[in-house]
């Protein structure tokens, strides 16, 4: 007797082996379900049921999940918004000497009153800001330096009062976006006190601040209808952006070299070379302040400094040699009586005694008060000499 279990799960049975080659012929299927016997043999195949999925009708889509993935929430644009780029904060220094048209320059590209000398007094007394729009979004700060070859102060008063303005910068969190330096091209040669200015400011940026400097030649458009001078001044920029001990040396290394026609034209193009430049490097003073040098340790400081003792030293020497001219000239002075007195005695004595003649004595109205309370002993003598006293 066949049990009911032994009926629906038999001894014989397929055995399939896993990797085992399948003959082409066996179509059989097993498929195990509970209480459902074997079928032997090559049943037909069952074909799989699949529910059909309805289509999506239009509308909103009914999914909680998808609603809360739509819904805009004050909470949900909090935290995935964007904030908008921070604005940029920088600051360009215009420095030069007395003169060259800082002041000009400043006032043409921002269109605001600046105070303008026309003369070599200088009238930037301190360091001042003013903000100049490049667009509607981006702005950018010129501080206009005073002039070194001060009428007044001492360039190493002057070099002081920019490194202070500078530490200001740092600590507003305002980045240093380059330094604009001018030189006027109508100056016929390089003067002592430009070429001072030139060594303090290639010490004030160092070789690796130099792509961020633009050496800017100005006074271009006193000689704009003069063909001939325009010939001129453009021989001699390209000697000052030539020859090393000038620009030739900072322009080799980085620095650009622009001209500035007088317009607000020619000074924008000069602020967007600056502006548009990564701000990571700092000039080499504030890299040496940051290291805690103090200002006559630094590169500047040091030029200014060597200059100050070499004045210092010229006026000395000056001062000596006057001294010794007023000292010689007091000698000469006290050594002039004795020896008038003596060639006029020798050359009394030379004269025969028939051909001397007494000396013409003032008369008594010409003498003053003094003349006659205390009268010549020179003319006395002479007279004794030739009529002695009985």
């Not at 063909?227 to 001044?233: C, G, S, T």
Request: charged share 25%; with cysteine.
């Amino acid at each position: 007797m066949v049990t009911h279990k032994e009926h629906m799960y038999p001894q014989e049975s397929h055995r399939i082996e896993i990797g085992a080659p399948r003959h082409q012929d066996d179509q059989t299927l097993l498929v195990i379900e509970p209480g459902v016997p074997r079928v032997e043999g090559n049943p037909a195949p069952i074909q799989p049921s699949i529910p059909s999925i309805p289509p999506r009708e239009r509308g909103p889509d009914p999914s909680p999940r998808s609603t809360i993935a739509t819904e805009e929430t004050p909470e949900r644009q909090a935290k995935y918004s964007r904030p908008p780029p921070p604005r940029r904060r920088v600051a360009i220094l215009v420095m030069g000497g007395t003169g060259t048209g800082k002041s000009t320059f400043i006032a043409e590209v921002t269109g605001q009153r600046v105070q303008i000398g026309h003369n070599l007094v200088s009238c930037t007394a301190e360091c001042t800001s003013y903000e100049c729009r490049l667009d509607d979004q981006n702005t950018v700060t010129l501080v206009d330096t005073p002039g070194f070859n001060d009428t007044n102060r001492l360039d190493l008063d002057i070099l002081k009062c920019i490194t202070t303005y500078l530490m200001d910068l740092q600590e507003k969190d305002i980045q240093l976006a380059g330094i604009i330096f001018m030189q006027r091209i109508t100056d016929r040669r390089m003067t002592g006190a430009s070429f001072l200015n030139l060594q303090m400011f290639q010490a004030f940026c160092g070789d690796k601040y130099l792509p961020h400097v633009v050496l800017v030649t100005t006074m271009w458009n006193t000689i704009r209808d003069n063909a001939a001078a325009q010939q001129e001044l453009l021989f001699r920029e390209r000697e000052l952006a030539t020859t090393p001990e000038f620009w030739g040396g900072m322009h080799a290394r980085g620095a650009q070299v622009k001209q500035f026609h007088g317009d607000r034209a020619s000074g924008l193009d000069i602020i967007h070379l600056l502006y548009q430049q990564e701000h990571a490097r700092k000039p080499r003073i504030m890299e040496q302040f940051d290291r805690g040098y103090m200002l006559p340790n630094t590169g500047a400081g040091q030029v200014m400094t060597a200059e100050i003792i070499r004045q210092e030293k010229r006026r000395e020497k000056e001062e000596r040699e006057e001294r010794e001219e007023i000292e010689a000239e007091r000698l000469r002075l006290r050594q002039e009586p004795a020896s008038t007195s003596s060639s006029r005695s020798s050359r009394t004595t030379a004269r025969p005694h028939s051909q001397r003649q007494p000396p013409m004595l003032p008369t008594k109205g010409t003498q003053t008060e003094s003349d006659r309370r205390q009268p010549n002993r020179d003319a006395m003598q002479a007279a004794q000499a030739v009529y002695p006293s009985k």
